[in-house]
């Protein structure tokens, strides 16, 4: 049994792939996952910038009708946080300090702040490694 401190999760691109294309090496586990928040009513918590990511990766590498799905049934029981420029700016810190020697893009930034200052440092559906990297609490 999977442990959700506090009944909360912030969901990664990495994360929502890999629950949505059967051939990714992380498509069982994220399904186990999934279904562990389901049973225990973890509320899942994201970003319009993991969405916007997550829609595109799934249209590039996998297929338009996966995209348009995840919109239609994913976002719909998402928790999807709103945030103002002072995350922003917090960000392009994170970013600017850590993308060189991290390799962190710029979306990883924004969710490593917004968990931090917004979500109270709630634990990370991610099978990124750029989010145990920055001291994130990661379920994988």
Known sequence: ????PGQRAFCDTSFFFASLYPKDVNYNRAGEILK?????E???WTTWDIISETATLLLYRFHYKAAIRFLDEMKTVLNIIRYD?????EAERVFRLFSRAKNLSYCDAISFVVVK??????PCLSFD???SGLGL????
Do not use: G, K, P, Y
């Open 1 to 4: 049994m999977i442990e959700f």
């Open 36 to 40: 562990e928040a389901h049973d225990q």
């Open 42 to 44: 973890i509320s899942l």
């Open 85 to 89: 420029d002072s995350v922003r700016e």
């Open 117 to 122: 200052s917004l979500l109270n440092d709630i």
């Open 129 to 131: 490694e750029d989010f």
């Open 137 to 140: 609490t990661v379920i994988r």
